[in-house]
């Protein structure tokens, strides 16, 4: 039977997607033996929020480059050179058809979402800004999607040029509050930069409700460290500027991030870390850049990092990105539910609110009885490995420390119900 597959009816990125299609072939539990990290079973990991366990074929990926024909891509006119050149152009190609970019031109390779997040605020901000220009942020974002816009505000303040950093809130549901966000929103605005999915709350935000209400030169940028590799990501569909992703988030190697740009934008860059292979030439005006994406890749790239995407994007394609999807969303409320049972349990913004049933694999809660530290001790003792503090968030105070789970494919509903049990248990204890 044919059907349409609506992950969620009102987000754009996925109803692009959502096609007359096949009902998504459920994740397969065998799909665990492909991560070596996860044979022991006593072992729970709960934390692919803050990185994701490495598939048979990435590590591959890795190891052989290592191993076999190790060179620099892009310098020699050798055979193992130039068929890295070759190698990571085809990523380039595959990620921007991956990410629904229109040209591979628009992806860049970077050390990570920091890195391109960074990318953004200097090859973009020092040159495109003035005094009185506004970017629109939440403080509770992750510290990549905060730090880099103080920053540039702190360094155009020394050139005399002085930009506003306008905040806005989150909802209960941990999703970006619009109705904040437009008042904010004013004739000086140039950006507006929100997490997709959001790192602490899990919340889906895809400005889809700014569409036809604000000024359609304003720029979008979306953090998406943590939907790639969780659901069907479309940047053309949100309608971004810029997208960000962190490599180690979606299966890949750490060090590895991609940088979306879109095209109407590329005339508003300048250079970004020049040097080594970076497209720019010296004129007698000054640095000309030669196009992109070398405009904002300096310097040797993470060769083996950037290989060990493709077959990442290999694993989410052969699984089919709306089953990963529904398969967090099953795991997610299969979590809240049983969390909702624990005396002294309180859910921080997020799925646990939502009015009706959605979850994209990250909760995160505090326990009266324990400090969110001590119940994190507590947790791997039993073998469950969680994320606690305060999770990046740079405006997060001291007491505002939480124990977040973060669930992907290779995790199951019997470790979900063992790990709700162990905290139905501790919690009793603390009682």
């Not at 049983?338 to 959605?358: N, W």
């Not at 049990?421 to 919690?427: K, L, T, Y």
Request: net charge negative.
């Amino acid at each position: 039977m044919r059907i349409v597959e609506q992950v969620h009816p009102a987000r754009p990125e996925l109803a692009a997607a959502s096609v007359i299609r096949h009902a998504p072939t459920p994740v397969p539990a065998s799909i665990r033996a492909r991560f070596p990290a996860l044979a022991d079973p006593a072992v729970v990991y709960l934390d692919s929020a803050a990185t994701t366990q490495k598939p048979d074929t990435v590590i591959a990926a890795v190891t052989d480059y290592h191993r076999e024909h190790t060179a620099n891509a892009g310098r020699g006119t050798y055979g193992w050179a130039t068929s890295l050149s070759a190698r990571i152009a085809a990523v380039r190609t595959r990620a921007a058809g991956f990410l629904g970019a229109q040209h591979p031109d628009e992806i860049v390779f970077t050390s990570g979402a920091t890195a391109a997040l960074g990318a953004i605020a200097h090859s973009w901000g020092l040159a495109e800004l003035n005094d009185g220009d506004e970017i629109v942020y939440n403080p509770a974002d992750h510290a990549a999607n905060v730090l880099p816009w103080h920053h540039l505000r702190d360094t155009l303040a020394r050139f005399g040029r002085r930009i506003v950093l306008r905040p806005y809130r989150s909802t209960a549901t941990g999703e970006a509050d619009i109705d904040d966000i437009l008042a904010q929103v004013g004739p000086r605005t140039r950006l507006i930069t929100t997490s997709h999915l959001h790192h602490v709350y899990g919340g889906l935000t895809t400005l889809e409700e700014l569409h036809g209400r604000i000024d359609p030169e304003i720029l979008l940028c979306f953090d998406c460290s943590q939907s790639g590799g969780h659901l069907p990501v479309d940047v053309t569909a949100l309608r971004a500027d810029f997208a960000v992703f962190a490599g180690h988030k979606m299966f890949g190697a750490p060090g590895t991030g991609l940088l979306y740009c879109h095209r109407r934008v590329h005339d508003k860059l300048r250079p970004f870390l020049p040097g080594g292979h970076s497209g720019v030439t010296i004129t007698d005006a000054g640095l000309v850049g030669t196009g992109m994406p070398e405009l904002l890749e300096g310097g040797t790239h993470n060769i083996p990092g950037i290989l060990s995407l493709a077959p990442a994007f290999d694993l989410l394609d052969e699984l089919d990105r709306f089953a990963v999807a529904a398969h967090n969303r099953v795991l997610t409320l299969r979590l809240v539910d049983g969390l909702r049972e624990v005396p002294g349990l309180d859910f921080l913004p997020g799925s646990a609110h939502a009015a009706c049933a959605v979850g994209y694999g990250i909760v995160s809660f505090t326990l009266d009885a324990l400090t969110a530290a001590d119940l994190g001790f507590v947790l791997a003792d039993a073998g469950f490995l969680v994320r606690t503090g305060a999770h990046c968030v740079p405006s997060a105070d001291a007491g505002d420390a939480s124990v977040r789970v973060s669930t992907h494919l290779y995790n199951t509903l019997d470790e979900i119900d063992r790990f709700v049990a162990c905290v139905s248990g501790i919690a009793g204890h603390g009682r």
